[in-house]
Structure formats: structure tokens, C-alpha cells
């Protein structure tokens, strides 16, 4: 079975602070997905990537996919309230038919 | 826009009840897939569904069944409604099975089982 792994389970920031989240895994992914849910709403998809040691940039999020491609890193620059959410990651599975799920990370951006 | 609509936000069911959930998507995707979600524990796969009247488990799939008629329509059903299966459902589609493909979530279904 491939399990992720996400850490820190929670972070409290101040807003303008730079973080990294992680998301681990023994297991090799063909690709992995950063998934953004805010309250009371489904996860909405943030970025994919699928090459070893790629790196994709979404304004000030920065994402890493490790050279194994067993692990992945978002990096937030200049955290803002509006960046308030549950980051989840989710590894394509073996078989290609499905994503496989962390257990998130719960980041807290105060004003 | 995509949209995928789930049919109830809030649910309270008694031990036993036979509950319905049912979701809706406007992108006339081949691909649906109904996830719970538990604190700490991320989504996990319930069933998910590659075409019209076709169903596969997913990682959990005990206690549920799911149904699809119509392309756009996937409903979970518990039969008999059990405390542990307090939690909330997600419903997502998607284009692409995988390779990159896209899921598309729904607000998901609370349900609280007494």
C-alpha cells in the first residue's frame, strides 16, 4: 500500500513569514498533486507534477518534486491570510487509476 | 464553470437508517469517485466509477454502495447507517483517470450518525 506522509500536521504564521510544508513517502509516485480545501469547501487542485526535481511556481507558492520522486515540498513566500487552508498531497497510484491521499497539513496565516 | 453539486451539506441519520447521498457533474466527465474525509486520517477512497453502470472499490469500500445510471450521477448509499461512518463525503470527477488528470470536488456532505 503507498502512503503519504505530510508534515507538520499543523502551522500557525504570522502574515509577511516564508514556511515549507512536506509530503513524504517510501513509495515512488509517477506524479504527484497539491490540493488547497478551505473551510467548508472541496479541495481545490493547486499544481501537478510529474518529472524528478521539478520545480513549478504559482506566484508565491513554489513547489518541488523530490529526484526519487518519493517526496514533495510547498514553499509559501510572504504568507497572507487568503492562504489559510488544508494543503493536501495526493500521489497517482501504482495502477494509474487513482490519487492516494496525505493527511494534510492545516496552515494558519494570522493577520 | 465546472461544478460538481452534492445533494445534502448537512446530514443526521439514527443507527440503522439507509442514507443517500447523491452527486451531480456538469462537465460530462467519464470518471467519478466518492472519498470520506477524517481528521488526520486525509480522503480515502470509497468507490469510484470509469463509466455508466460501472463501480470499483476503493480502498474502504465496507458499509457502502454506490450507484450510476447517468454519466453525470453517482450516488453512495450506506444500507445500514453505523456511528463510525460519522464523517464527511467528498464526490469528485475527472476527465483523465490519471496521468495528471484533474479531480473536481464537490462542497461535500457532513454526515453525523446518532
Known amino acids: 500500500t503507498q502512503l503519504l506522509e505530510q508534515s507538520p500536521q499543523f502551522l500557525s504564521i504570522q502574515e509577511g513569514e516564508n514556511l515549507t510544508v512536506y509530503c513524504n513517502s517510501s513509495s515512488v509516485f509517477s506524479s504527484l498533486q497539491w490540493y488547497r480545501q478551505e473551510p467548508g469547501e472541496g479541495p481545490v487542485l493547486l499544481v501537478t507534477v510529474v518529472t524528478g526535481g521539478e520545480v513549478k511556481k504559482l506566484k508565491r507558492l513554489t513547489f518541488q518534486f523530490g529526484d526519487a520522486r518519493k517526496d514533495s515540498s510547498l514553499h509559501i513566500t510572504a504568507a497572507q491570510p487568503g492562504d489559510t487552508g488544508l494543503y493536501l498531497c495526493?500521489?497517482?497510484?501504482?495502477?494509474?487509476?487513482?490519487?492516494?491521499f496525505g493527511p494534510g497539513t492545516r496552515l494558519s496565516v494570522l493577520p | 464553470d465546472v461544478k460538481v453539486t452534492q445533494s445534502s451539506r448537512y446530514l443526521v441519520k439514527r443507527t440503522g437508517e439507509k442514507v443517500f447521498l447523491e452527486c451531480v457533474q456538469d462537465m460530462d466527465h467519464e470518471n467519478m469517485f466518492w472519498y470520506r474525509q477524517d481528521p488526520g486520517l486525509g480522503l480515502r477512497l470509497i468507490y469510484f466509477?470509469?463509466?455508466?453502470?460501472?463501480?470499483e472499490k476503493g480502498d474502504i469500500p465496507e458499509g457502502y454502495s454506490v450507484s450510476r445510471e447517468k454519466k453525470e450521477r453517482f450516488s453512495l448509499i450506506l444500507e445500514s447507517a453505523s456511528t463510525n461512518q460519522t464523517s464527511m463525503y467528498l464526490c469528485?470527477?475527472?476527465?483523465?483517470?490519471?496521468?495528471?488528470?484533474?479531480?473536481?470536488f464537490g462542497e461535500g456532505s457532513r454526515l453525523t450518525v446518532l
Open positions: 466509477s470509469y463509466d455508466v453502470k460501472m463501480k
Open positions: 495526493a500521489g497517482e497510484d501504482n495502477y494509474g487509476q487513482n490519487f492516494v
Open positions: 469528485a470527477s475527472s476527465l483523465e483517470l490519471a496521468n495528471t488528470g484533474e479531480l473536481f
